[in-house]
Structure formats: C-alpha cells, structure tokens
C-alpha cells in the first residue's frame, strides 16, 4: 500500500466552480500535511500547510484535515483559469524532514 | 527572492555515459533534495543531505550518487546512464527543522538514449 495516495485526473472544471482535491494516507504518525502547486515545466511550490486536524483558510484556498479517516483536502473557491495546474499532497513525520509526495492531481479550469 | 537553479533543464545523453546535474541554492539552507518525478509515480526522493559532505539515501538511490562540498551546492550524479533513468530531476532545499516548506528549482528534464 502506497504510503499517499491521490487520484492523477486530470480533473475539468469551469472558471468559477469549487474544486476539492483530496488525498489518503496510511500511516496515522504523520503530523504535518502539505498542499504544493505545480505548473507546467516548473518546480513545485508550496501553497497551503497544516499541522493536525483541522482547517486552515488563506484567500479562495482552504486545507482541510481529517485525522481520523486519514483524509486530507484542498478547496478551491471561485476557481479561475489560472489555477489550471498539478495539485500535490505531501505529508511529513513529526521531526523529520522527508516529505512523502502524492501522485499530483493534474486541474484544468477553462474560462 | 528565494532561488534554487539546477543548472541544466534539458539533458539528452546516451546509455552509459556519466550525468552531472547540478544544483545551487542562495537562501543558506542546510536541507538539500534530489527528486525524481515520473508521471503516475509522483516525486521520489533519490538522495538528501543535512549538511555539507553528508548524505542520506532517499527512497530510490539505486544508480545514483550524490555530493555536497560546498553548502549551496548539492549534486546528482549518474555513474551510468541508463534509458529508465529518462525522468524529471528535481532538486529541492529547506531549512532544519522542517515544516515542510521545500524550495524547487525548475527541473532538469533528462533523456537517455
């Protein structure tokens, strides 16, 4: 079993939707979970971070965390053409630096 | 601005040959990274290190070695190409003790004939 799973896409949706993105994990000791973007021929940045469960809001993003099920989700609110990218999950032990990456959802949001 | 330059971003070689792909960071971090990103396989890591002449055997370091002499700079090295060795390279740098934040460079893209 894959430490982080994460469905690839790609994922269509018109400017304006809501967009969840979401992401499984298996091992409950990871504490730290990640949402990185990726655009086409660049490097991955990073984009939104919690710690536990719970929610954590910046702009039209929202990261969602649910412990419990092992279930991590990124929201999009009001999406436009330019969030058109791939979307990667990634999860990290308390203390230690490796990251564990999903697969990456690949969005396209048309106008 | 925060910036990691890998210093090539289109690679073709030929089976067997050795590969450099360099990496330098200008934020004096001590975490470095070298990622593999390969479509449906998502990023691996290859080879980190916490400190300059130290390194740490990622997920997948077969066929790879790495080198830090100097602390902005970590390299990957291919001792001999191979044709699965085709991907995207991507190196990476953060600050200890972690939150995740990794800083990427824009990629090598590799091929291997």
């Known amino acids: 079993q894959k430490e982080v799973e994460q469905d690839p896409g790609p994922l269509s949706v018109p400017e304006g939707a809501i967009v969840s993105l979401n992401c499984t994990y298996s091992n409950s000791a990871f504490q730290y979970f990640m949402w990185y973007r990726q655009y086409s021929r660049k490097g991955p940045e990073l984009l939104m971070y919690?710690?536990?469960?719970g929610n954590k809001e910046d702009g039209r993003f929202t990261a969602q965390v649910d412990k419990s099920s092992k279930y991590i989700s990124l929201f999009i609110r009001d999406s436009q053409p330019s969030d058109s990218a791939t979307y990667l999950c990634a999860i990290m032990n308390t203390g230690f630096q490796k990251l564990v990456f999903g697969t990456g959802t690949r969005l396209l949001v048309s106008p | 601005d925060v910036k990691v330059t890998q210093s090539s971003r289109y690679l073709v070689k030929r089976t067997g040959e050795k590969v450099f792909l360099e990496c330098v960071q200008d934020m004096d971090h001590e975490n470095m990274f070298w990622y593999r990103q390969d479509p449906g396989l998502g990023l691996r890591l290859i080879y980190f290190s916490y400190d300059v002449k130290m390194k740490e055997k990622g997920d997948i370091p077969e066929g790879y070695s790495v080198s830090r002499e100097k602390k902005e700079r970590f390299s990957l090295i291919l001792e001999s190409a191979s044709t699965n060795q085709t991907s995207m390279y991507l190196c990476?740098?953060?600050?200890?003790?972690?939150?995740?934040?990794?800083?990427f460079g824009e990629g090598s893209r590799l091929t291997v004939l």
């Open positions: 919690t710690y536990s469960s």
């Open positions: 990476a740098s953060s600050l200890p003790p972690g939150t995740g934040e990794l800083f």
